[in-house]
């Protein structure tokens, strides 16, 4: 008997139309690069498009196996970590937000296996009690190119993978390379604990301790820079096709 393919919800991005028709449409729309469902499909798993109506998150968790909130070009309101101060480089879209991180409470309370990607990974340190660093340049000593020069497809720098983490048994390494495109990154991870830092301090990856499979990264494994990279969706696929 086949075992069916685990259903993933995949979170969108969203953008404003174009009411010259210079651009896709006259109308708001949503977009993702293919490669975050190529991933999911590679590794065993059904993606399925998720809207920024936050009022369907409770029908749509009842129906997901796991769920992957993806990465763009936005931050999260510093309102929602309990600052009024907001970084002139902060970029919000508060539906996308707002639908995000009830399906990251959600899937948190529930115990739905849960991948954060990037900006995905901030919102997750959100959803847990963090706080985020608004603008790394400003506040990080010393700090690498997060926003790497070159190719998104290529790998920007490595990081430490700490010892004992679910990361660590996932990917069966200490350090990886990994592509880097963010200007912003956990300062606190509130419940979560991080599990993997750059050179320079800023921690790339979370996890939450004691849920089946919580886990945020800051780079963008849906690239497969390594093999550590197919074996997270690997895992993210097993953790949801058991619930």
């Given at each position: 008997?086949?075992?069916?393919?685990?259903?993933?919800?995949?979170t969108l991005?969203?953008?404003?139309?174009?009411?010259?028709?210079?651009?896709?449409?006259?109308?708001?729309?949503?977009?993702?690069?293919?490669?975050?469902?190529?991933?999911?499909?590679d590794?065993?798993?059904?993606?399925?498009a998720?809207?920024?109506?936050?009022d369907?998150?409770?029908?749509?968790?009842?129906r997901?196996?796991?769920?992957?909130i993806?990465?763009?070009?936005?931050d999260?309101?510093?309102?929602?970590?309990?600052?009024?101060?907001?970084h002139?480089?902060?970029?919000?879209?508060t539906?996308?937000?707002?639908?995000?991180?009830?399906?990251?409470?959600?899937?948190?309370?529930?115990?739905?296996?849960v991948?954060?990607?990037?900006?995905?990974?901030?919102?997750?340190?959100?959803?847990?009690?963090g706080?985020?660093?608004?603008?790394?340049?400003?506040?990080?000593?010393?700090?690498?190119?997060?926003?790497q020069?070159?190719?998104?497809?290529?790998p920007?720098?490595?990081?430490d993978?700490?010892?004992g983490t679910?990361?660590?048994?996932?990917?069966?390494?200490?350090?990886?390379?990994?592509?880097?495109?963010?200007?912003?990154?956990v300062?606190?991870?509130?419940?979560?604990?991080?599990?993997a830092?750059?050179?320079?301090?800023?921690?790339?990856?979370?996890e939450?301790?004691?849920?089946?499979?919580?886990?945020?990264?800051?780079?963008?494994?849906?690239?497969?820079?390594?093999?550590?990279?197919?074996?997270?969706?690997?895992?993210?696929?097993?953790a949801?096709?058991?619930?």
């Open positions: 008997m086949i075992r069916p393919r685990p259903l993933i919800g995949v991005d969203s953008e404003a139309g174009t009411p010259d028709g210079s651009g896709y449409s006259r109308f708001p729309w949503y977009a993702l690069r293919c490669n975050y469902m190529d991933a999911i499909a590794a065993g798993g059904l993606p399925v998720l809207s920024h109506q936050a369907l998150v409770p029908a749509l968790l009842a997901l196996d796991g769920l992957v993806t990465g763009g070009a936005f999260v309101d510093p309102a929602l970590y309990g600052t009024d101060q907001r002139d480089s902060v970029t919000l879209k539906g996308r937000t707002n639908a995000e991180l009830a399906l990251a409470q959600g899937a948190i309370a529930s115990g739905l296996p991948l954060g990607i990037c900006g995905g990974q901030q919102l997750l340190a959100v959803a847990l009690g706080t985020l660093i608004q603008h790394i340049p400003d506040t990080v000593i010393d700090a690498l190119a997060h926003e020069p070159n190719p998104r497809d290529e920007g720098h490595e990081v993978i700490l010892p679910m990361l660590a048994r996932i990917t069966g390494a200490t350090r990886i390379a990994v592509n880097s495109a963010h200007h912003q990154a300062r606190e991870p509130g419940r979560a604990i991080i599990s830092v750059a050179p320079d301090g800023v921690a790339e990856a979370i939450y301790p004691g849920h089946p499979f919580c886990l945020g990264v800051q780079w963008h494994p849906e690239f497969a820079i390594s093999m550590a990279d197919r074996r997270i969706f690997s895992a993210l696929i097993e949801s096709g058991s619930r």
